[in-house]
């Protein structure tokens, strides 16, 4: 079963604009982490938050963590057509002895030029 | 540094037929895995991996086996391909150490017919 489910399932923007994609999860975990997957290929780490954080940056993302609410999200600022992919946010629970990962449904981000 | 490798690329069986698919990884990681991803879905861990010679069930074992011979190599074994088993298999791998970002190879692509 998966453990997050992001909203919304697909986005198309304007090249310029922002892009803001949630996750919602159902068990404790001990980090969040974010990937991008573009067509045809594998996924590509992006940001890791760690359950006693609450935000964190990189570059033009910025990923936040409300562990009361269960949730994150993903924003994209002044999002380019390069950024055109698949987001999946992931999570790690508690006394994970092998470190896997519970992946959500994604969230499809179109930017048009 | 070439990461995570897939190999092949893509497939195409017939139902009862058998293959192996091939994952290495040349970052000297502990832990691999193997997963799944059906159209428009996440992805499903099918099995792990914590070191040489251990192999593990993930949420969606069935129908599969896998072996890890070498720290670098991780093999996953269709026995007999059911059109069901028609997907995209990524392999990943990744450090020991809590609160790391998994490594994706670019998947192979098969099909059951």
């Known amino acids: 079963s998966q453990q997050g489910e992001e909203d919304p399932q697909a986005l198309s923007i304007q090249e310029g604009e922002n892009a803001t994609m949630n996750c919602s999860y159902k068990t404790s975990i001990n980090n969040l982490q974010w990937y991008r997957q573009n067509s045809g290929r594998g996924l590509v780490h992006l940001i890791l938050?760690?359950?006693?954080?609450r935000e964190k940056h990189s570059g033009r993302l910025r990923v936040t963590l409300d562990t009361s609410k269960k949730s994150s999200s993903l924003l994209i600022t002044a999002s380019r057509a390069a950024d055109t992919a698949s987001y999946f946010c992931?999570?790690?629970?508690?006394?994970?002895?092998?470190?896997?990962?519970?992946f959500g449904g994604g969230t499809r981000l179109m930017v048009k030029p | 540094n070439a990461g995570v490798t897939q190999t092949p690329k893509f497939r195409v069986l017939k139902t009862g037929q058998s293959m192996t698919l091939l994952c290495a990884q040349d970052?000297?990681?502990?832990?691999m895995y193997w997963y799944r991803q059906d159209p428009g879905m996440g992805l499903r861990l099918i099995h792990y991996?914590?070191?040489?010679?251990?192999?593990a069930k993930g949420e969606v074992p069935d129908g599969y086996n896998v072996s890890r011979l070498k720290k670098q190599n991780f093999l996953l074994g269709l026995e007999s391909a059911a059109p069901s088993q028609t997907s995209v298999y990524f392999c990943a791998s990744t450090k020991t150490q809590g609160n790391q970002p998994q490594h994706f190879g670019d998947g192979t692509r098969l099909s059951i017919l």
């Open positions: 938050i760690r359950s006693n954080e």
């Open positions: 991996s914590v070191g040489e010679g251990t192999t």
């Open positions: 992931a999570t790690a629970r508690p006394g994970n002895a092998g470190n896997m990962l519970t």
């Open positions: 970052m000297n990681h502990e832990y």
